[in-house]
């Protein structure tokens, strides 16, 4: 499957701060996710969305449906420690194929 | 509820040996799905089984390998291992073929040397 382009690699913030990752691919996608990863566990869903252009939130955390079809985005405000851990994107063409997954933004957030 | 649960958690094997993982899903999924994940790497799609058919394959060798069970935990087979095989691997599991609606487990983390 295709590798999506997930940035910034990683990021390095103080507690309070807002913070952007997004994720592009080349082609175009009906489902983009957004997952969190803490050491040691599974990936855990933090948000789907489904149609191009759509925003959704869900507390802190905020994903937005690229209307390319092409690019997702997540922003997290008001940074805490507990943010801390992997995101990760995934984009799904249609519902018979594979989830195809970016390589993770890694969280680090200072007291 | 109990989530979707993998054993081994850990496992060491040498080059040339076969492993074996497991998983067993959430009561009532019937999709079970396994990823690898290795070190600084997003995940990548291994295997795709519902009601005890593989429906799709990721980009790997045939000797990664799977099955799923009539109770519909599954087993990822890894034959002949390379030191590259070395991973942690994650099975989730989903209702319906929703795999956007799928939950993950632990992982097993597998070992090559």
């Known amino acids: 499957g295709q590798q999506l382009n997930q940035s910034p690699q990683s990021m390095f913030i103080q507690e309070g701060e807002d913070v952007s990752m997004n994720c592009t691919s080349s082609s175009i996608f009906n489902t983009w996710l957004w997952y969190k990863q803490d050491p040691g566990e599974g990936p855990v869903l933090l948000i789907a969305?489904?149609?191009?252009?759509e925003l959704t939130s869900n507390g802190r955390l905020t994903a937005q449906f690229g209307i390319t079809r092409k690019d997702s985005f997540l922003n997290i405000s008001a940074s805490i420690p507990s943010d801390v851990g992997i995101y990760f994107c995934?984009?799904?063409?249609?519902?018979?194929?594979?989830?195809?997954f970016g390589k993770g933004t890694s969280l680090l957030v200072t007291p | 509820e109990a989530g979707v649960t993998q054993s081994p958690t850990h496992l060491i094997k040498t080059r040339g040996q076969q492993a074996t993982l497991r998983c067993s899903p959430i009561s009532g999924h019937t999709s079970v799905y396994w990823y690898q994940q290795a070190l600084g790497l997003g995940l990548q799609f291994l295997l795709w089984?519902?009601?005890?058919?593989?429906?799709n394959r990721g980009n790997f060798p045939p000797r990664f390998s799977g099955r799923q069970f009539p109770n519909y935990s599954s087993e990822l087979n890894v034959n002949a291992l390379e030191l590259e095989d070395s991973a942690l691997y994650l099975c989730?599991?989903?209702?319906?073929?929703?795999?956007?609606?799928?939950?993950f487990g632990q992982g097993t983390r597998l070992t090559v040397v």
């Open positions: 989730a599991s989903s209702p319906d073929q929703v795999q956007a609606e799928a939950f």
């Open positions: 089984y519902d009601e005890g058919e593989e429906r």
């Open positions: 969305l489904y149609k191009a252009g």
């Open positions: 995934a984009g799904q063409r249609d519902s018979g194929y594979a989830l195809n």
